[in-house]
């Protein structure tokens, strides 16, 4: 028989609090990963206040900020506690005309915020631990590429998020030792792969239904309404293709993504690079791209490919020695009809080596690790290339 693949349900409050206590998320108020964050998010969507915080019992708490000062207040005071307890993205254009948030300080007050936009955080795609939002004091919308922007770091708090986990669960457990890659049953794939994506998916639709509210509650000019459509349409098109991915996945046998398109490797490097921008300046890291194929186009999922780098660039910024200036050199380029990506550092991509091959194999690629002298590790990631060499 089949075996069955069940997506975990979105835990309740309690749940949701209790593991928040198992995995000691408290302990996370001082990483300073979270404050780089919150920087890089207000920088990226231009807003002057940005947070990363979590929510317990009683309390709002800020693992990082921009903009604000109060690191604890009460739960029944923060927009986000709304985020989390959905837990879908919540997008407010003018939270004075919102009958939910209008009553609260922060908003009421003649120079308080208008604008809101906030994601969960989700750990093992089922307990939303906290939230990524941006903050404004005037009314405003998200374009998408500030959306895109506050994606990828949500990508990148998830993976601190969930690494901290790990070390925890693997310290209760004494069991850390993984299981070997030849070992890994397919269905672990499918199930890996298809929460990335169903995640990508929640996403979007959150995004989605901001939009939708935004046309039903506003009259606006035409030239609005029709740049609205554009971003509702582009929006509609992403989620379709992860629907379709998603169910090619878990239906094929061998676990590959099927329904492929074209995607530039080398455009999806540069947006991660973007939202990575400000953790190298703040670690001293000098980063190097070069793009030597004419045509860096390959056959893959967005959304999966777009987590592989954002996964190796973690791993590698966590991993650089500190107080050093060190330097990542990124190469892409074309070997027959492969697309070659190839990452020189001082990084050790062991901690993420399985999802990435998870998401390489699941597009019919390789990937290898080796090390390059006493300090420099060398990985070599190969994907099937689409177009002209």
Not at 273 to 279: E, I, N, P, S
Not at 324 to 345: A, P
Request: hydrophobic share 40%; with cysteine; glycine share 6%.
């Amino acid at each position: 028989m089949p075996r069955q693949f069940a997506f975990a349900t979105p835990a309740s409050d309690e749940e949701r609090l209790g593991l928040m206590d198992r995995w000691g998320i408290g302990q996370l108020e001082d990483a300073p990963i979270f404050n780089q964050i919150a920087e890089a998010a207000a920088a990226i969507c231009d807003t002057p206040i940005a947070l990363v915080s979590f929510i317990d019992r009683a309390e709002h708490c800020n693992l990082g900020s921009v903009g604000t000062d109060p690191h604890r207040f009460a739960r029944e005071l923060s927009i986000c506690n709304h985020v989390v307890k959905s837990p879908r993205v919540l997008i407010v254009e003018d939270l004075r005309e919102d009958e939910r948030f209008a009553h609260l300080p922060s908003v009421a007050n003649p120079d308080g915020i208008r604008f809101y936009a906030g994601i969960p955080l989700m750990i093992d795609n089922r307990a939303a631990v906290g939230v990524l939002c941006v903050v404004d004091t005037k009314p405003r919308r998200l374009m998408l590429q500030e959306r895109a922007g506050l994606m990828d770091l949500v990508r990148q708090a998830e993976l601190h998020l969930n690494r901290h986990v790990a070390e925890q669960e693997s310290a209760a457990s004494d069991t850390a030792e993984a299981p070997s890659q030849d070992a890994r049953p397919l269905f672990e794939r499918k199930l890996r792969l298809g929460q990335l994506m169903l995640s990508a998916l929640a996403e979007q639709l959150g995004f989605l239904r901001g939009d939708a509210e935004y046309l039903s509650t506003h009259d606006g000019d035409r030239r609005q309404k029709s740049g609205v459509f554009r971003q509702l349409y582009q929006t509609l098109d992403e989620l379709e293709d992860l629907v379709e991915s998603t169910k090619c996945l878990l239906a094929d046998p061998s676990a590959k993504v099927a329904n492929v398109q074209p995607v530039s490797f080398g455009q999806l490097v540069s947006d991660v690079t973007r939202t990575f921008a400000k953790r190298l300046e703040t670690h001293g890291l000098r980063l190097s791209v070069t793009n030597r194929a004419l045509d860096d186009r390959v056959a893959g999922q967005p959304a999966l490919l777009h987590d592989l780098i954002t996964r190796v660039f973690e791993v590698t910024l966590r991993s650089a020695p500190q107080d050093t200036s060190v330097d990542i050199d990124i190469d892409i380029d074309r070997d027959g009809d492969k697309l070659v990506w190839t990452v020189r550092s001082h990084g050790d991509w062991t901690a993420s080596h399985e999802t990435c091959a998870m998401i390489v194999e699941s597009h019919d690629g390789t990937i290898e690790t080796q090390k390059e002298g006493d300090d420099r590790r060398r990985l070599r990631v190969r994907l099937p290339s689409v177009g002209r060499g």
